[in-house]
């Protein structure tokens, strides 16, 4: 009888067991609902085929979309972990843990350089995802070398803002890396240097009251909600309702607030247009 009990019986378990599938092979379109296979997103540059909903992407990803080929990394000053020892529901030190541990990232910001469009430049990319691309000292430092960066040689720099604001875990020392930002900016400009920011869903806060609406072009993904306070908080505030598509990507075009509105599968061939034209190519 051993047969039933070696062979038989672990079958009937293996079959009758439940399988593990992951929770994230299918994403949801947070507009229309639709169910998209995570491959086949991915593949269509995390653009919801059948609604056109530019989905957030990582940093690292942005890179690969926005590079020819092989791009480098550059070394950022590490983070101060806890300048003002705060706390509300949770030790800062224990939210930038687990920031660092979900994304692989030091901070929100990333910054390397590379070739598009045979052209070197110097990209700055915001990460939503560890903890909203909130602008804190690590980011604020990582922005200003990287600008530094393109003016030792001259490159164009392309800033991609994904940003629920400052940081308030780091309180002024946060605020301080707006006027320190905008420094940076005047300088690019002072030195002729092209200064494109792409402006992803969400840009908002202290980073639109900076560097994200500084640029010398101003290009946004379609959808993307940017402006200062939120909709909800300027309704609570003023008690009226807000204008449809209030704060999004086409009403600002429409009120003369950003250049132009890009699909993302656009949006290379489109830099490498601005570019060109800002370096007179």
């Known amino acids: 009888m051993n047969w039933i009990n070696n062979i038989v019986t672990p079958k009937i378990k ?23 296979f995570h491959k086949d997103l991915e593949e269509n540059q995390w653009v919801i085929p059948g609604s056109n909903y530019h989905m957030k992407i990582p940093a690292k990803k942005r890179l690969e979309l926005l590079y020819d080929g092989e791009y480098q990394i ?24 687990d920031a660092r541990r979900k994304t692989g990232m030091d901070d929100a910001v990333v910054i390397s350089q590379g070739i598009i469009g045979n052209m ?44 629920g604001g400052a940081r308030m875990q780091e309180g ?19 030195a002729k240097i092209p200064y494109i920011v792409v402006l992803t869903n969400p ?26 306070a939120g909709p909800r908080v300027i309704e609570q505030t003023i008690k009226e309702k807000l204008p449809e598509g209030f704060q999004r990507s086409e009403y600002l075009l429409e009120h003369g607030m950003i250049d132009m509105v890009v699909h993302r599968h656009d949006l290379k061939n489109k830099l490498i247009t601005v570019c060109k034209h800002l370096l007179k190519k």
């Open 74 to 97: 550059l070394d950022t000053e590490s983070s101060i972990n806890d300048p003002l020892k705060f706390k509300d529901e949770k030790k800062y030190v224990d939210r930038l843990r």
């Open 203 to 228: 840009t908002t806060g202290g980073v639109t009251a900076s560097y994200a609406m500084l640029g010398d072009v101003h290009i946004a993904e379609p959808g993307a909600l940017i402006g200062f």
């Open 120 to 163: 070197p430049v110097i990209s700055i990319v915001q990460d939503f995802t560890f903890m909203g691309g909130t602008l804190g000292v690590a980011a604020g430092e990582a922005i200003i070398k990287a600008m530094n960066e393109a003016l030792l040689k001259a490159y164009p720099v392309i800033l991609f803002s994904a940003a």
């Open 172 to 190: 002024i020392l946060s605020l301080m890396q707006m006027p320190r930002t905008t420094i940076a900016v005047q300088k690019l400009n002072e």
């Open 14 to 36: 293996e079959i009758l067991a439940k399988k593990d599938v992951p929770d994230n092979l299918w994403i949801k379109c947070p507009e229309s609902g639709e169910m998209v």
